[in-house]
């Protein structure tokens, strides 16, 4: 070994110059995914802020399940079901670092068949709120209010204003058209039209009393709700009526429904965005893809599916429970 | 990294990026009892104060978020980057809710809608008031 190697092996290190590294030290796909949530806290907080802001704002606020359908043993399970999957998500993402890809695969099935139950019980909530009408926009606030959306309802029950403008319209054109050619065909339809409107007869005049009396508001409340039930059983006509709904005003319903469909509309949407990419790691696992390169991507789903389960743990005690 | 309860000790047991082993089926219990907690002070608080029931569930929610990012998000186990990166964030999402507040959230001024003046009505009835007397019998939803 010549001399000058004992010289370098005996030396003090040269101080070499740190390596450079920009930004944080995590992976770029997960400082993505974090600036991403970001955005996502700052969206959810306004709709949620906003919600308790306009709740503290407004003198009331249907509380009552039997009103709002609202079923707390609902949003319980969904609870329980987003906290089951976070669970089930973060094993698959553990089982990616241990490369036991087959069964990252299989927690992220698991994962997505639990997606699939909250959106079905979702799907159900939904359901008894479009069957009770509680939509933004429709919701009768006054009496006054629930006498007129009745009246409205039974009109489009019957049908008889839709065929009378079609009757109108034709009329019109087959007097703008005497003496021209195509007049034949147009008398046809019109004749068509109004013996329509004559089958119609039978339920128009089932339903003019009450129609009417709602319309003109000379029956109160609990008169229309009975009118409605005995035209609803009249054997004849009673199929027909039974999309209209019993009058009853729930006051500040139509904030109430606005943001319960905001909020919990917006977080399913981020569910059914979760499950597409749930899919494509399925669709890796099990097609034998899955490698080490693919644990940022799973750790980032998983980070994403963990902020939908967050999102909910606050929705839940203010939709369900305050 | 000390040992703390829940956790395995690292090294060979460490997770991925060095994460120490997490029991997270401990988590899940936790956050379970959490949720069965927040319908139990449903059910027992029927007929007590609003305030008091939201601020109690409230809390509840914020000790499972505390769960869920800490542990299962890994954020206990992140460097100091995640102060940088979520602070700005959580100051700007007040910012909507500040700038409705003093409009929407606290009224200085009477306003009059449907709701309220139909309430004023029966309440105008109730005290032996006159007519409108269909406002006074309309059920209070």
Excluded at chain 1, 58 to 79: C, E, F, L, M, Q
Excluded at chain 1, 186 to 208: C, F, H, W, Y
Excluded at chain 1, 251 to 268: D, I
Excluded at chain 2, 97 to 113: K, Q
């Amino acid at each position: 070994m010549s001399h000058a190697t004992d010289v370098h092996a005996h030396a003090p290190p040269l101080p070499h110059a740190p390596a450079l590294k920009m930004g944080v030290p995590i992976p770029n796909g997960k400082l993505g995914m974090w600036l991403f949530l970001g955005t996502e806290i700052m969206f959810f907080t306004a709709l949620i802020g906003t919600y308790i802001v306009l709740r503290l704002g407004s003198k009331g606020w249907p509380t009552n399940p039997d009103i709002t359908h609202i079923r707390v043993w609902a949003g319980g399970t969904n609870t329980f079901v987003l906290i089951t999957s976070s669970v089930f998500v973060v094993l698959a993402h553990e089982a990616m670092a241990l490369r036991n890809y087959r069964r990252a695969t299989n927690w992220i099935i698991a994962t997505t068949a639990l997606a699939f139950v909250f959106l079905g019980i979702k799907a159900y909530e939904y359901y008894g709120k479009y069957d009770h009408d509680i939509l933004p926009h429709h919701v009768a606030e006054s009496s006054e209010q629930a006498l007129s959306k009745l009246a409205v309802e039974l009109d489009a029950a019957i049908g008889l204003i839709a065929l009378q403008q079609e009757e109108t319209h034709l009329a019109n054109e087959v007097l703008a058209k005497q003496g021209q050619g195509g007049v034949e065909s147009l008398e046809k339809q019109l004749a068509s039209v109004r013996a329509n409107i004559a089958k119609l007869n039978p339920a128009v005049e089932a339903a003019r009393p009450l129609r009417d009396g709602a319309k003109y508001r000379q029956i109160s409340l609990a008169e229309a709700a009975e009118q409605l039930r005995r035209l609803k059983e009249n054997p004849d006509v009673g199929r027909q009526f039974r999309s209209v709904h019993e009058p009853h005003p729930i006051k500040w319903g139509n904030t109430f429904a606005s943001v319960y469909f905001t909020m919990t509309g917006f977080h399913a949407l981020h569910v059914v965005i979760g499950m597409i990419m749930f899919a494509v790691i399925i669709w890796l696992g099990l097609a034998n893809k899955l490698g080490p390169h693919h644990e940022v991507a799973v750790e980032n789903c998983g980070l994403y599916w963990h902020f939908v389960d967050l999102v909910w743990i606050f929705l839940f005690p203010l939709i369900y429970i305050i | 990294m000390s040992q703390e309860p829940g956790l395995a000790p690292a090294g060979e047991h460490a997770g991925y990026h060095g994460y120490p082993r997490v029991n997270y089926w401990s988590v899940f219990y936790a956050l379970c009892v959490l949720t069965a907690l927040s319908v139990v002070a449903d059910l027992v608080g029927e007929g007590r104060s609003k305030i008091i029931i939201g601020l109690i569930v409230l809390a509840i929610a914020c000790f499972k978020a505390m769960f869920v990012m800490l542990y299962f998000m890994h954020l206990k186990f992140e460097g100091k980057w995640k102060f940088v990166l979520l602070a700005p964030t959580i100051i700007l999402a007040m910012a909507i809710p500040a700038a409705l507040m003093p409009d929407i959230g606290s009224h200085y001024y009477d306003y009059e809608v449907p709701q309220t003046t139909e309430s004023a009505a029966a309440e105008h009835d109730a005290h032996g008031g006159g007519s409108p007397g269909e406002a006074a019998a309309a059920p209070e939803h």
